[in-house]
């Protein structure tokens, strides 16, 4: 089955400890993204990769850094530089075309630091 | 990229049409409208995207005006599962990234 994996499903952290969210897509997409979805709200951009070795930040990169070494991974690293890191965490991925991308998303990890 | 306005929450009774608005007055002519629903604590689903014309889909249809200042998403015979948050978007061209709202809740109710 091709799609997007996010593990784990809910990861419980102590305040003050890094902790690093997995994606991994066997779609050959060449852009992933990170979104952060808090209680009600829309989702808003943490960072987006559109091509392996490189990426960028997004709305709310602060407290958040990424690496994009496989075309396939695109962890996500909740640092401890991070204010408010309880939240839901989406990764998605998609082609890169110059006029539409449909972004397929993954089932997203709760995160609750305690 | 051009901002969308949703109402917060719509009902709509099992089997019936849901037909949920979004305005777009700011859009440019190369952006796309798209749209994506959310069921709870998932991930969001693709549903159906347009630049000018009509489309339909398994899911879907989307109506957009001529101007193409709004649009509407219409879910022809709605049933429980379609109960979600729906998130209407506006993209432009490569480079650009979506921008998601609080998007209308959707109950659909038997």
């Known amino acids: 089955d091709g799609g997007i994996t996010q593990s784990p499903k809910y990861l419980f952290r102590k305040e003050g400890q890094n902790v690093t969210l997995s994606c991994e897509q066997n779609l050959n997409h060449d852009a992933m993204y990170w979104y952060r979805q808090d209680p009600g709200q829309g989702l808003r951009l943490i960072y987006y990769s559109q091509i392996v070795n490189d990426f960028q930040k997004g709305d709310i990169a602060e407290g958040y850094s990424v690496s994009r070494e496989k075309k396939e991974s695109f962890p996500l690293t909740v640092t401890s530089a991070q204010k408010n890191p309880t939240a839901f965490y989406l990764c998605?991925?998609?082609?890169?075309?110059?006029?539409?991308?449909?972004?397929?998303f993954g089932p997203g990890t709760r995160l609750t630091v305690l | 990229d051009a901002k969308t306005t949703q109402p917060p929450s719509m009902d709509c009774a099992e089997g019936r049409a849901a037909n949920l608005p979004c305005n777009h007055s700011t859009i440019s002519g190369n952006e796309y409208v798209y749209w994506y629903r959310q069921i709870h604590s998932q991930g969001p689903q693709y549903i159906i995207h347009?630049?000018?014309n009509n489309e339909t889909n398994e899911m879907a249809s989307l109506i957009i005006t001529e101007d193409r200042k709004s649009s509407t998403l219409i879910l022809p015979h709605a049933t429980l599962r379609d109960t979600a948050v729906y998130y209407c978007?506006?993209?432009?061209?490569?480079?650009?990234?979506?921008?998601f709202g609080p998007g209308t809740r959707l109950s659909v109710l038997p």
């Open positions: 347009g630049l000018k």
């Open positions: 978007i506006v993209r432009g061209n490569y480079g650009q990234n979506f921008v």
């Open positions: 998605a991925s998609s082609i890169v075309h110059v006029s539409y991308n449909e972004q397929f």
